[in-house]
């Protein structure tokens, strides 16, 4: 187990006035016990107090070996883990994970109608907030990957070629790294780069083409998530405008990095290049995510969030400017707060290319 993030966690519950929490997702548990489950339709849970007791229920099947200060509870297929676990929390309130199923929270207050459950995922997010050494260097490592994989790809864009064949390179690419999972590889053409989540498709490339690739996947279970848009053969006077108000945006946004801003700072400064522009409109998400073990965490880089700034985060700087029925463009880095102003995590360069 990893004691000093333990013992945060148990300083924010502190802070937050939680006795008692449940963990149950597979990325926090991970984070706190070193414990990697994908537990799919089976119970798993960490319980922690604000006595210092550590309690792991899992399966059997999971195969968990014993290490020092953790209790371990297991359970088999036809046992009630559920019950198990009811036995073990205290009355009054328990933080339940904001994604904990229903069905398991129905059964814990089914057998013990003395407890109430209250949201709980508060402060193990506060602790996953902030990275520590070596999870920094785990996504330094994991942005390295794929700033590899991106020059693969672009380098791969020939006549003819198909998105879905362009995004097999980069999934192959990843299994190669030894990456935990395929991760994703958005590979939009032309009109398609208008949409952001675009599924990969067997549209062929055709002269004149933007591409927009969007990659990324965990490397020893952390992720890495990079965006770079680029030209097939010609470009025109629209596409090289749109492209450069997005560099800017991206670049605007990253120049304000630094402890004590706010994350709205960085959206609000991105989106009015954009709309300075006048492309204000086709600039149709936040700006970005922070990002961790999970591709998605909290804080969002948006316009209404007034999280404050402190070392050790790592978000996303991701806008774009996406024209219906024509081309899109997005240009996504991911950044590491540091003691006086950012590291940006990925080197592959946002200069204007055009693939011959």
Not at 80 to 101: C, F, H, M, N, R
Not at 109 to 128: C, N, W, Y
Request: net charge negative.
């Amino acid at each position: 187990m990893n004691q000093q993030r333990l013992n945060k966690v148990r300083e924010n519950m502190k802070q937050a006035g939680l006795h008692q929490i449940i963990v149950t997702e597979t990325e926090p548990v991970y984070y706190l016990t070193g414990i990697w489950v994908a537990p799919m339709e089976r119970m798993m849970a960490v319980y922690l107090d604000d006595t210092g007791r550590t309690i792991f229920f899992g399966n059997k099947l999971f195969g968990i070996q014993p290490q020092e200060g953790l209790e371990i509870q297991e359970h088999t297929d036809t046992d009630d883990p559920v019950e198990q676990l009811a036995k073990a929390v205290l009355p009054g309130e328990l933080g339940i994970d904001e994604t904990w199923s229903s069905r398991f929270l129905i059964g814990l207050m089914q057998h013990r109608p003395d407890v109430k459950p209250v949201m709980g995922s508060l402060p193990v997010e506060q602790a996953t907030m902030y990275k520590d050494q070596e999870e920094r260097q785990l996504m330094r490592n994991a942005s390295g990957i794929n700033d590899a994989c991106m020059d693969m790809v672009i380098h791969s864009v020939k006549e003819k070629i198909t998105e879905k064949e362009l995004a097999s390179k980069v999934e192959n690419f990843f299994k190669e790294h030894d990456c935990n999972s395929l991760g994703f590889s958005i590979v939009g053409m032309g009109a398609n780069g208008a949409d952001p989540h675009h599924d990969a498709d067997a549209t062929v490339l055709k002269e004149g083409d933007s591409i927009v690739f969007d990659i990324g996947a965990p490397f020893q279970h952390y992720w890495c998530d990079m965006t770079r848009t680029v030209f097939y053969k010609t470009v025109t006077e629209e596409q090289r405008e749109v492209y450069e108000t997005v560099r800017r945006a991206n670049e605007a946004a990253i120049a304000l990095i630094k402890p004590g801003v706010a994350f709205k700072e960085f959206d609000l400064a991105a989106r009015k290049v954009i709309e300075e522009a006048g492309y204000g409109e086709y600039f149709t998400h936040r700006t970005g995510h922070s990002i961790g073990m999970k591709e998605h965490e909290k804080p969002p880089v948006a316009s209404d969030c007034e999280v404050i700034v402190r070392p050790g985060m790592v978000f996303s700087i991701e806008p774009g400017i996406y024209l219906p029925g024509k081309f899109g463009v997005r240009i996504e880095d991911l950044v590491l707060v540091t003691e006086d102003g950012c590291e940006v995590l990925n080197k592959y360069p946002k200069d204007l290319i055009v693939v011959k």
